[in-house]
């Protein structure tokens, strides 16, 4: 039996519109294939703007049923696929291994924060309020109103997550959504869709999988779309926000990350400290918007920190995402590989030293794979190491004496999604977290997400907050209305 087969995938797939796979229209389609050994796992329909039409339609007319739904409707309808997820996890986290070449460890974890998401968002659509007032003779009404249509794109790196992130808090708060999965990484978002059919009214969750340049451009430029979402680089965000801009709809951005993780002199627990500076690394195999791939590192430190980071990064077992004991495993795909692989050439250039890793290494039956060891370069905050994302596993390692020089530095970058920093000083974490511009800063334990924390990016790293109560203010606009108990006495023109 092909491994297809045995994960329960359709042969092919087409855009999710109505809660059915459609007939496709314009029969054009693209491969999904497993990220390490090129097989074939299915044929996708490549959507364009007629499709996306047909998407938006559908949303549209179950806007306004969607949105008279009560709260505690779509919030149970949230619980439902929470579940449905959590039942269908096993067999969701191996497709989305296979398919982007993540360590299945790994992809499950991802499937449990979309979970948590559903569930979050389910609580958060009964308890997200207005405000209101009494003003002379009446009431100030402060309502919250979903937007109608909102068209959401995504990247590849983490899919589970990155749907949830989307689906839950849009339709939490009332909207409809078309989404727009990645190319890379469409087959366990396609699948969902088979547990929404089972759950959600007709129109409410569409699916338009296909490129960037033609499903996507067409989703930003569509006039029946009210609220543009984008999770993915920086280049494309500002591609977006000039959609947006063009028609003046509201823009989310989710964008890139250079985050500095910051060893103080005074770590009690140095092999701990070390081993969660390479998990902030290499966590999605490097392939983390929120990863700590600037690693300042006090001189008092630093040797102790190198011998052990090294000693670690050489000791990471590298294997296909399925094998059980593997910790890190191929990138997503054979560019991706390349451009990681560029960018240790472009370190080496520049005069940075590579310490360690940075090779393409052989995987036996996975020959297509990107498995790349992980490298660590001693570098300096300016290179085009530190400053640009990689996206794969390679670390910068920065050393510092002077306190206010290494704030400086771990702010001089165009991005500002995350912080970590390692300290047993209370008032040493609290005032450097102060100093830090970045929408998340993480003392002592770097990944630190809870549901509920607002994460969103300062600078060029995005504009608004996921994953929090406030992200349902992102999805609806505000509408006051005013009561008054009689109509006030004529006063404009008053007859004599
Ligand atoms: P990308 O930003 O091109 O892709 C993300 C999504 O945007 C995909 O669904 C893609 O189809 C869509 N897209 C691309 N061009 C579009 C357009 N003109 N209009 C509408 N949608 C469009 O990212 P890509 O090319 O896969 O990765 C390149 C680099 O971007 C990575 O190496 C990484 O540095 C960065 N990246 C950052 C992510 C993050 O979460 N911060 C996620 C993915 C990539
Ligand atoms: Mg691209």
């Avoid at 389609?29 to 097989?39: I, L, M, N, P, V």
């Avoid at 899919?159 to 989404?179: E, H, S």
């Avoid at 390679?394 to 206010?404: G, M, N, P, T």
């Avoid at 996921?466 to 509408?479: D, G, I, R, V």
């Amino acid at each position: 039996m092909s491994l297809s087969h045995e994960l329960g995938l359709s042969e092919t797939y087409s855009a999710f519109i109505n809660n059915e796979f459609q007939p496709t229209i314009t029969g054009q389609s693209f491969e999904a294939r497993h990220s390490s050994t090129g097989e074939q796992l299915a044929r996708i329909a490549r959507c364009g703007k007629v499709e996306v039409d047909v998407a938006v339609q559908a949303a549209a007319s179950a806007f306004p049923g969607w949105r008279a739904t009560p709260p505690e409707e779509r919030s149970a309808m949230l619980l439902k696929l929470a579940a449905a997820v959590e039942a269908d996890l096993p067999r969701l986290a191996r497709i989305d291994s296979i398919d982007i070449g993540r360590r299945l460890f790994e992809t499950e974890l991802d499937h449990r924060f979309a979970i948590s998401q559903y569930r979050y968002f389910a609580a958060a659509a009964i308890t997200h309020e207005g405000f209101g007032r009494p003003i002379p003779g009446g009431y100030l009404v402060a309502k919250r109103e979903p937007y109608g249509v909102c068209g959401q794109i995504i990247p590849w790196n983490v899919p589970a997550i990155m749907t949830a992130f989307k689906i839950a808090p849009a339709v939490a708060a009332g909207n409809t959504i078309v989404l727009k999965p990645d190319e890379n990484a469409s087959l366990s978002t396609l699948e969902l869709c088979k547990h929404v059919a089972e759950i959600f009214p007709p129109g409410v969750i569409n699916i338009v999988p296909g490129f960037g340049e033609e499903a996507g451009a067409a989703l930003t430029a569509h006039p029946g779309v009210s609220k543009l979402a984008f999770t993915g680089s920086s280049e494309v965000g500002r591609i977006i926000a000039g959609a947006g801009a063009e028609r003046l709809v509201p823009v989310s951005l989710e964008l890139g990350g250079k985050s500095p993780n910051i060893i103080f002199p005074d770590i009690d627990d140095i092999d701990a400290v070390v081993d969660n500076a390479m998990f902030a690394t290499m966590y999605c195999n490097g392939q983390s918007c929120l990863a700590g791939t600037r690693l300042f590192v006090h001189d008092a430190v630093y040797d102790a920190v190198m011998e052990r980071l090294v000693a670690g990064m050489e000791r990471v077992k590298i294997g296909s995402g399925l094998a059980p004991d593997t910790v890190l495993s191929n990138l997503v795909s054979a560019e991706q590989g390349k451009r990681v692989l560029g960018y240790i050439d472009i370190g080496k250039a520049e005069g940075a030293r590579l310490v360690t890793g940075g090779r393409r290494v052989p995987v036996e039956g996975h020959e297509a794979g990107y498995f790349i060891t992980p490298a660590v370069f001693e570098a300096h905050n300016r290179m085009r190491i530190a400053q640009e994302e990689i996206f794969g596993p390679v670390l910068s390692v920065i050393r510092w004496k002077d306190y206010d020089q290494m704030i400086e530095e771990a702010n001089d970058v165009r991005y500002g999604l995350a912080a970590g920093l390692y300290t047993t000083n209370l008032r040493n974490a609290w005032e450097t977290a102060d100093r830090l511009q970045a929408g998340s800063v993480w003392i002592n334990q770097y990944f630190n997400l809870a549901s509920g924390s607002p994460f969103g990016g300062f600078k060029e790293s995005g504009i608004g907050s996921e994953y929090c109560h406030e992200t349902l203010n992102m999805y609806t606009h505000l509408k006051a209305v005013t009561i008054q108990t009689q109509v006030a006495q004529p006063w404009f023109a008053p007859r004599s």
